[in-house]
């Protein structure tokens, strides 16, 4: 399923043919898009040589490094107003949180720098043949598809609830994660300011996880892309989920909000359920 002995077998493996005989410009991408001329294929990096080429290695990294943090800053941005715009009355953190963002920004391209490193080892390992990514959509049934990204999103909860009460350790707090929760107030920009110690501890999930669970590339993707919206809206400061029910079940801005403000409580990412069952849960801040 997985490896560099698969990429004849991808859908779009026609794409390479084309860009090898320079006929037209494609859409390149490992985690985002930005165009390029067929000279600069899309799926360069899913060649067998890819790795015994330096500049091209340059390359891949220089591209995700930047659609990673650009994707952040761009998705941040937006969600902060769109907030802004529906409800008049939230403060306007561009103003009065310039110094904080700014904080937040420095460290998040450091995150984004570890997330490029690790995006790169996890394709090394997909050329050795060592995940179970697979590209054919009927390699699976259409329900495993759905499923397989339950499965890492619940995986990765518990990999993250365990993962951020340890790092809530007073030994371990000051080194690792203190620089997180400088943000008392999170904002949006929050979302991905990590020292870069604990950045590698949260992505090194997913190189394992690929390792372990088939999935579809699209449904990866798709999956880091619910990580960052997850992300945006729990650290906005701003609660969304008008349901009691969601909100008893689904982690939002009032319920993280209470994590940044007593450090000790709400220790979760998506669901609330780990904090309910470890008695670890705080009433939301109303």
Known sequence: MGGAASTANLPLSSFSACVSNNH??????????????????????????????????????????????LRYVAFATGYQILIRSIRKESPDIFRARKQQIKTELRYAFQSSCVFTIIAAATLFIW????????????????????????????????YYYWLHRWMHHPKI???????????????????????????????????????????????????????????????????????????????????????HKHFHHNYGLFFTWWDRWMGTEKNRIK
């Open 24 to 69: 037209c410009p494609f859409l390149a991408s490992f985690a985002g898009a930005i165009l390029v001329n067929a000279k600069l294929a899309m799926f360069y990096f899913l060649e067998d040589g890819f790795w015994t080429d330096p500049a091209l290695i340059i390359l891949f990294l220089a591209s995700v490094l930047l659609i990673v943090f």
């Open 127 to 158: 050329h050795r043949g060592w995940t179970k990514v697979y590209s054919d959509i009927t390699a699976y049934p259409l329900w495993y598809y759905c499923l397989s990204g339950v499965i890492v999103i619940l995986l990765y909860e518990t």
């Open 173 to 259: 707090f000051p080194h690792v994660h203190k620089v997180h929760h400088r943000s008392i107030h999170p904002t949006v920009f929050t979302s991905f300011s990590f020292h870069p110690l604990e950045a590698l501890l949260q992505f090194l999930f997913f190189p394992v996880a690929v390792m372990l669970v088939p999935i579809h590339y699209s449904m990866l993707f798709a999956v880091l892309i619910l990580f960052t919206v997850s992300a945006l809206v729990n650290h906005s400061g701003e609660e969304i989920y008008r349901s009691a029910w969601m909100r008893r079940h689904i982690i939002g801005a009032s319920h993280h909000d209470v994590h």
